[in-house]
């Protein structure tokens, strides 16, 4: 092959890259909740290199590498589902990262997303009954209990570990849910952006 | 004979030392074991991982110490430290490729596939400055494949296809399909006789 050949290919192939990534900037609007300490989500999926280092470190397993129908840029690296497993909040995985992808963090840093209860689903809102599991499971306390004995989160408490989802009692969907709104991710101190 | 069974010896030390941390990633973490390691000597990692999101990671500066010493010892890498290596080299001796005499000869075109790939990861290292692009270092890499290789079972098969591979052919995986055997080999040997050249005149 000539050089000029091998050159036209890589300009082709380089093209065909740009236009895909101009296709595919959604990322940013990406609901998926990422491990305690994750750097923000467009330089998290090139700083992670998928090496599965903190879903193999994660005692309650509930790291799992993200599927390709997810997302092809974000395909295998870490996530969390609250309603399969949720975070026990260890912090293990910022310390085992070896990229600094996810990052070392102080418990009082954490907030990986914020739960909301679905009132239409919620068997104490919506049938009286006695539940409250989502206030018992919390680990910081996030859950409790308004004027008219129904349960609330209050947003500003909530870390996101997705205990409250996990042990919901209620069948299929869970009536608290936890997304990644209000998330806080650290920024890394970079050259400046082209 | 006694350099390569001196070689087999570290080899086996790098696949042993592979494994314990391996088994040692679990909660709760030891303080002391440098447990990632072996990823953070990756130099194609830290060059991709620091060009495309403009940002070097102190945690890769064991990586560098490997760029200095593959100047010096030429490419030590893939033969002495790498443990998807090693376990290559230890398979085909308990296999007895050798006496078996297989050794299927692959048409040179093939080795042109390492060379593609470390350069489409330099692109798309480039690139993803600009715009998004799809991340495909780690399929390539050795000690993704050897760490996924025992958590995912789809990658074990993948792990599998590479020892069997690399029985029919000699060190398929590594001469032909690995971008940081390609690097070690720019390095450690490319470069270093370049240096080498430079110095003589």
Known sequence: ?194 | MYKKLIRLFVQGIFIFLFFYFFRKTTFPLPEKLPLNIFFRLDLLFAIFTTISTLHFSYLFLPSIGIFFMLLLLGNFFCFWLCPLGGIIDYTNMILMRKKLKINFKVPNMIRLIRVFIFYLIILTSILSVFCLVPFILWVFNPYVILTKAFLIRKFLLFFILILFLSFLIPRFWCFNICPLGYLNYLIGVKLRNKMKKLRKK
């Open chain 1, 1 to 194: 092959m000539k050089r000029r050949d091998f050159l036209k290919f890589f300009a082709g192939v380089g093209g065909s890259f740009l236009l895909l990534g101009q296709r595919f900037k959604v990322i940013k609007n990406s609901t998926l909740i990422r491990p305690p300490g994750a750097i923000e989500e467009d330089v998290f999926i090139y700083k992670c290199i998928r090496c599965g280092e903190c879903l193999k470190v994660c005692p309650a397993g509930c790291l799992k590498p993200v599927p390709i129908n997810k997302g092809i840029f974000e395909f295998e690296t870490p996530h969390i589902v609250p309603r399969e497993r949720a975070c026990l909040l260890c912090l293990n995985c910022g310390k085992i990262c070896p990229t600094e992808a996810i990052q070392k963090v102080k418990f009082e840093e954490v907030k990986i997303g914020t739960a909301k209860i679905n009132t239409k689903r919620c068997l104490v809102w919506k049938e009286n009954k006695d539940c409250f599991v989502c206030m018992e499971v919390c680990p910081v306390g996030a859950v409790y209990k308004n004027e008219n004995e129904k349960p609330v989160v209050a947003p500003e408490l909530c870390v996101g570990c997705g205990q409250c989802e996990q042990h919901c009692p209620v069948s299929g969907e869970s009536a608290i849910k936890v997304s990644n709104i209000g998330e806080k991710r650290k920024k890394l101190r970079r050259w400046k952006y082209v």
